[in-house]
């Protein structure tokens, strides 16, 4: 039974932006007077739009208006200090001044859960890229926002006049989608809060040690996925709500490849774009096709049409299709193509090394994107595919342009599996040719702005302030899936076998660091290593087959003979099928080149433990045995966090405490005063 709770037009309800939201408007941003050294603290200020990283998962980031001549978006701003988010929903001309209006800001910072496949869900550190959709009039925008953990169905002019509460409903929107100007089809949650009722009822007997459980995070079960999403019908006008028919239920139906958006943009007039997935094996690789009545539907065989396709349209008007696509060495460049499907001829109409996010078009010559640089933070740009030139929209972030930054040099690297890869070295802000620096290796994705690595904990362009050059490495693909098994299982099996994929990256890694040894760039004493999830088992990798490293930071480590027991009876199953060894056998022979509790006393380096408070459990075992052989080791547990941190004030403390680790452990230097020289002497007694 959904309740409706409350409907409301648009009304001035006093959202403008507080003080949290005072710098929001990048119109308005003044950038410094003189230009100055890149801090930690400009990193944690960016303004965002769109999902973090590098966006593979196809969410949309922004939304063109029926017209094509404004265009929405949700854009967030961390404050370290007050250890919060200020979220505001913008509309932008395309035209004329292009000046932002902030038609709603407020709300709390809404976070992707993590689970499925039988394994616990929960919530992660990631944002909902959460962009508004318009009204089919486009005259107003509607939106997600949640305010005290409750998720509620947003509506605001797009002049700024007011915004309000479309409708609360007894339970969490998920998702929406406007049937037509009357109706929305709201999809809620499958019956979250009974699910958590259950759980308190069984807590009274005690709980049942069962899947449900991950004890590295929670001494209780997780709540099941007891119920699928329920969708439901809003009359705009009259609040009334009923079940959706079959027909509305369509409009969620998911594309099999997450990075196609086969929505209303993809389908022109009566033909729509496929996809044809010929052969078995993962990663599945599709073919694009198109489907007209009347005709015969056509696969593109070229090979442009199949490995690294991303986003695709129709170009208005014909049954020509525009597609995005990955390409060159290590996919390191984003390509437009077009395929005239009736003369199946496929042509290149633009190439970027700069990373492309969410390209929609706004007419047959013109693409809106989100654009990054190895050097430039996302922005907002049109891309003329006639001219082949891109130029910028909105600047989100215009204070960068007066920060003094490393520059930045693609290396293209390869495996030791013969498996492409590459790495960008960022230079010391204040780089003398002919002079070593100490070097800093971030892990493991590369593409477009040069952050913070995966996860975004270690920062690249202030370590460059800090007089260190960065070596940030895009990882290979994995060997396991060079053969294309049958399922994901038996990728992770075969690159378990003799920890071939570990060697596959740490090879990578390696080349990368002895070639800036050999240009005379690294300071081969003072090679330092980071990386979170699989870049942290580089690092522990490394630590036990590798020479070459002074010091490290890990977060969301680590792989160790107690892991199954912590990671519950789901992950265990998953685990043993892709051959870790139980806790009960003897694996002496296995554990000799990956844990660091069993390889203690061979551990190269120090290891600074940077972990979130759902998975430090990970790292106790190994973080103990370093401490009673006597090896530097800290750690650092992080209240409220997940795999990957979204809380400022942690992002910022990670930030600072990288920066201090390193200049200790590489040169021997301590920070002036306070909280950040107690903890660097702390580190200076283990040296003793």
Known sequence: MVTLVGVATVAPTGDAPTTLCADIDWSKA?????????????????????????????????????????VTFQVRQADAEANDYCIARVVLPLFGDRKPVIVNAGGELRRKPAGGDSLPQRMTGLPVADAPIWSPDGSWIAFLRQDGGRIRLWRAAIDGSGSAPIAAVDSDIRDFRFANAATIVLKLDGDE??????????????????????????????????????????????????????????????????????????????????????????????????????????????????????????????????????????????????????RDIVIKRYATTALLIDCQPRD?????????TSLKPRHLAAIDLDRGRAHIIADFNPEFSRLRMGRAERIPLKSSAGIEAFGDLVYPADYRAGQRYPLIVVQYESRGFLRGGTGDEFPIQAFAS????????????????????????????????????????????????????????????????TGLSDGSSTVQFAAINSSLFSAAIVSGCCWDTSQTALLGPAVASRYARIGW????????????????????????????????????????????????????????????????????????????????????????????AGRRREEAQHWQAMNR
């Open 466 to 529: 800090n007089g260190f050059a960065v070596l940030s490495i895009q990882r290979p693909a994995p060997v396991g899936a060079l053969s294309r098994p049958k399922d994901y299982v038996e990728v992770d099996r075969i690159n378990l076998q003799g920890f071939a994929d570990r060697q596959n990256v740490l090879s990578v890694v390696e080349q990368g660091v002895r070639l800036l040894i050999d240009r005379g760039i690294a300071d081969p004493k003072a090679i330092g290593i």
């Open 193 to 342: 809060q009974k699910a958590r009722a259950n759980i308190e009822r069984e807590a009274q007997v005690g709980f049942h040690f069962d899947s449900r459980f991950a004890p590295v995070s929670s001494s209780g079960p997780y709540a099941p996925i007891s119920a699928p999403d329920r969708l439901v019908t809003l009359d705009i006008r009259s609040g009334s709500l009923r079940p959706a028919n079959l027909h509305e239920a369509r409009l969620f139906l998911p594309a099999r490849d997450a990075a196609t958006q086969l929505t209303g943009e993809q389908v022109e007039g009566d033909c729509r774009i496929g996809r044809d997935y010929p052969g078995n094996g993962v990663p599945p690789i599709p073919r694009l096709t198109v489907h007209c009545p009347g005709r015969t539907a056509r696969t593109c065989d070229h090979p442009a049409c199949s490995a690294g396709v991303g986003a695709a349209w129709l170009v208005h008007g014909s049954a020509t299709v525009r597609f995005v696509r990955q390409e060159g060495w290590a996919q390191s460049e984003t390509a437009i193509y077009e395929w005239d499907s009736g």
């Open 30 to 70: 003044k950038p410094p007077p003189i230009i100055r050294t890149l801090a930690p603290e400009d990193l944690v200020r960016l303004r965002d739009v769109g999902p973090a990283g590098d966006a593979i998962s196809g969410e949309r980031a922004f939304s063109l208006s029926p017209d094509r001549r404004f």
């Open 581 to 672: 060894p139980d806790i009960s056998e003897d694996a002496s022979s296995f554990w000799s080149r990956m844990s660091l509790s069993r390889n203690a006393r061979r551990v190269a380096f120090p290891i600074l433990f940077s972990m979130a408070d759902e998975e430090f459990r990970m790292a106790l075992e190994a973080f103990t045995a370093l401490r009673e052989v006597g090896k530097p080791a800290d750690l650092y547990v992080f209240p409220d966090e997940h795999h990957i941190k979204w809380q400022p004030a942690h992002r910022l403390a990670a930030y600072q405490r990288g920066i201090d680790w390193f200049r200790y452990w590489l040169r021997g230097e301590l920070p002036v």
């Open 364 to 372: 047959t010559r013109q693409l809106i994107c989100l654009r990054e």
